[in-house]
């Protein structure tokens, strides 16, 4: 004869609970919340991610916490220009100005005057933010009587790039440091994250543009092996999109600090004729 078994009686929700479960679920789902996640979970077939950084890559981007340190004994060899330039400096996606300010102070210790983007930090483009930072161009450019040279770093490179297709005559030469201005824009570690914080489809922005179309001026892209963000052949891109791609060893956040990445754009301004 088989043992008893003893088992449990769980309480049964009654209709109410249910109904008022299924209202909630309901108006969940309308929510702003709900489309975000949604587009964060958006499916993807794995060739649109192809070339992306591995983990170990992405993991290796937490050395920027050890900077602070590195900098206080880094002693850089900055040549006073005989050629000083104007540059407006572009910040990545979800970052500050601030956080450009170390790499700003080295070209101003070098004669070059370095400007802020003026629309605080980076949350994405939207029609408005694009109009605002193309007037503040064509002002800069007007207020110092000369073409103004754009370096910006991830999103902000891609800034740079429309920026100068549409204001071609306000610009001497663009800079992208780690931007993923060519092939599939989900190449990358952030796509699902820039998604969900920004409402929209990283390949259906609210700003028509065509990223991979080279601007009208001369424009160099500086990209990295060691990149843990962003696929390296997207920054590079393809020599139909840049005039010159220029490889750095740096890490994605590197761009913002690197002895190297500023030793480049230092020569970079060196030969810009504004």
């Not at 309308?30 to 996640?37: I, N, P």
């Not at 920027?64 to 850089?76: A, G, V, Y």
């Not at 429309?162 to 780690?178: D, H, L, S, Y």
């Not at 696929?231 to 060893?249: H, L, N, Y």
Request: glycine content about 8%; aromatic content about 8%.
């Amino acid at each position: 004869m088989s043992p008893l078994r003893f088992v449990p009686e769980f309480p049964r929700l009654s209709g109410p609970f249910l109904a008022a479960g299924a209202q909630a679920q309901q108006a969940y789902a309308g929510t702003e919340l709900a489309r975000r996640v949604a587009l964060a979970r958006q499916e993807c077939p794995e060739e649109h991610q192809a070339g992306k950084p591995r983990l170990l890559r992405l993991l290796g981007e937490a050395e920027w916490l050890l900077e602070p340190f590195r900098r206080s004994k880094r002693e850089l060899t900055i040549t006073p220009t005989a050629n000083p330039q104007v540059a407006m400096i572009l910040p990545g996606f979800g970052a500050n100005p601030v956080r450009m300010r170390y790499l700003a102070r080295q070209l101003e210790t070098a004669g070059h005057v370095t400007k802020r983007w003026g629309l605080g930090r980076n949350w994405g483009p939207d029609p408005v933010r694009f109009d605002q930072l193309e007037a503040r161009l064509v002002e800069l450019s007007e207020r110092h009587g000369r073409q103004v040279i754009l370096i910006g770093w991830s999103l902000g490179g891609l800034y740079a790039r429309e920026m100068a297709k549409r204001q071609p005559q306000a610009v001497a030469k663009v800079i992208t440091m780690g931007s993923p201005f060519s092939g599939s824009p989900r190449a990358n570690n952030v796509w699902r994250a820039y998604q969900f914080i920004t409402g929209h489809a990283v390949d259906a922005p609210p700003v028509a543009a065509d990223l991979a179309v080279k601007p009208p001026v001369e424009t160099v892209a500086l990209w990295s092996a060691n990149d843990g963000v962003i696929a390296p052949r997207c920054a590079a891109g393809r020599p139909v999109e840049r005039d010159r791609a220029i490889a750095m060893r740096c890490t994605h956040m590197g761009f913002t600090y690197d002895p190297q990445v500023i030793a480049t754009l230092l020569h970079e301004l060196e030969i810009t004729h504004a």
